[in-house]
């Protein structure tokens, strides 16, 4: 999965989708990143080849607290919206179980945060990727 923001869709959105849709033709699954802290319009999420909106983590994060009544309208109407789209919908920013919990009744596909995993050096990361690559590896030789 590669992550745009909604800044670079605003700024440049033919270079932008045309881009995503040569991404998305090698099979790429493009994200749109912090979806809901800037504007794209409806017109533009429509017009591209993107496979997975990411919930800003502000409208997460303010899940926990008793001002919630908004932002929960709001986090309910993204996920409905991109399933309605055939997009899979993630929740960034998750910093407790409650705030997970809720996000998974509300039909969130994934979530990140503190709460599920702290972020790790990319020494880490590239030692636990080794191994599924070369699995792949041998699945296609």
Request: glycine share 6%.
């Given at each position: 999965?590669?992550?745009?923001?909604?800044?670079?869709?605003i700024t440049e959105f033919e270079r932008t989708k045309h881009v995503v849709q040569q991404l998305h033709d090698l099979g790429v699954v493009v994200s749109i990143d912090d979806f809901g802290a800037g504007f794209t319009s409806?017109?533009?999420?429509?017009?591209?080849?993107?496979?997975?909106?990411?919930?800003?983590?502000?409208?997460?994060?303010?899940?926990?607290?008793?001002?919630?009544?908004?932002?929960?309208?709001?986090?309910?109407?993204?996920?409905?919206?991109?399933?309605?789209?055939?997009?899979?919908?993630?929740?960034?920013?998750?910093?407790?179980?409650?705030?997970?919990?809720?996000?998974?009744?509300?039909?969130?596909?994934?979530?990140?945060?503190?709460?599920?995993?702290?972020?790790?050096?990319?020494?880490?990361?590239?030692?636990?990727?080794?191994?599924?690559?070369?699995?792949?590896?041998?699945?296609?030789?």
């Amino acid at each position: 999965v590669l992550e745009i923001t909604e800044t670079s869709i605003i700024t440049e959105f033919e270079r932008t989708k045309h881009v995503v849709q040569q991404l998305h033709d090698l099979g790429v699954v493009v994200s749109i990143d912090d979806f809901g802290a800037g504007f794209t319009s409806l017109a533009h999420l429509s017009n591209l080849a993107v496979g997975e909106l990411k919930l800003d983590r502000a409208f997460v994060t303010r899940l926990a607290t008793g001002e919630r009544t908004r932002d929960l309208e709001l986090v309910r109407a993204t996920v409905e919206l991109g399933h309605a789209l055939a997009l899979r919908v993630v929740a960034e920013g998750i910093e407790d179980r409650e705030t997970l919990e809720l996000l998974s009744e509300l039909g969130c596909d994934l979530a990140q945060g503190y709460f599920i995993a702290p972020p790790k050096p990319a020494e880490k990361l590239a030692f636990r990727a080794a191994p599924r690559a070369r699995s792949a590896e041998a699945l296609v030789a």
